[in-house]
């Protein structure tokens, strides 16, 4: 192969992604725009849905003054909860749900349990007679699908970041700690 032959060789190979890496800097603005509006978006082990998801579920989240009436006991399994998101993301996000459907199923009202054993309520219909109680208001039952949803995605397949983690551990416990009381 003679120079000229690797030269042309090499602006052939090289023609696409320059010319792609200056459309990306010429419209980077309306570029940065437009992925506002991704809702997923899949880069090794990012989950862009996860985190945006969360983001959302925010604003249906209990105040976080919610934490005022919890127990010394509760905080410290919260902690350790954020401690294990740190190390085990998706183990932390596995026990956040265990815990909150547990509290769900404490905080069914008697009649309810009599009619049904608390175990044997799904956890898709544990929201219907909490809301009925009062317990819960539909905010928070909103919330609760979306947590059961992004927990059923983590189990499956998903490998969520720290600060998804932590996050999702957040909005859980505060959950967790209105059904508590």
């Keep these: 192969m003679d120079w000229l032959t690797f030269i042309s060789s090499l602006v052939r190979s090289l023609a696409w992604p320059v ?4 459309l990306a800097l010429l419209f980077k603005d309306q570029i940065l725009q437009f992925a506002s509006f991704i809702k997923k978006l899949r880069a090794g082990p990012i989950e862009a849905e996860f985190e945006h998801d969360l983001e959302r579920l925010r604003s249906l989240s209990p105040a976080r003054n919610e934490f005022a009436g919890v127990r010394a006991g509760e905080v410290v399994e919260t902690r ?32 309810d349990s ?20 009062g317990r819960i208001d539909q905010p928070q039952v909103t919330l609760y699908h979306e947590l059961r ?33």
Aim: no cysteine; net charge positive.
């Design 80 to 111: 350790l909860l954020t401690e294990l998101a740190e190390r085990h993301p998706r183990t932390a996000i596995l026990e956040a749900w265990t815990r909150l459907e547990r509290a769900a199923r404490a905080a069914l009202p008697r009649q």
């Design 149 to 181: 949803r992004l927990h059923r995605e983590v189990a499956r397949h998903l490998e969520p970041t720290q600060e998804a983690a932590r996050t999702y551990v957040e909005l859980a416990g505060a959950l967790q700690a209105r059904l508590e009381r």
């Design 114 to 133: 009599e009619n049904g054993v608390p175990g044997e309520v799904s956890a898709a219909r544990l929201p219907e007679p909490l809301i009925r109680a």
């Design 19 to 22: 010319f792609a890496l200056i």
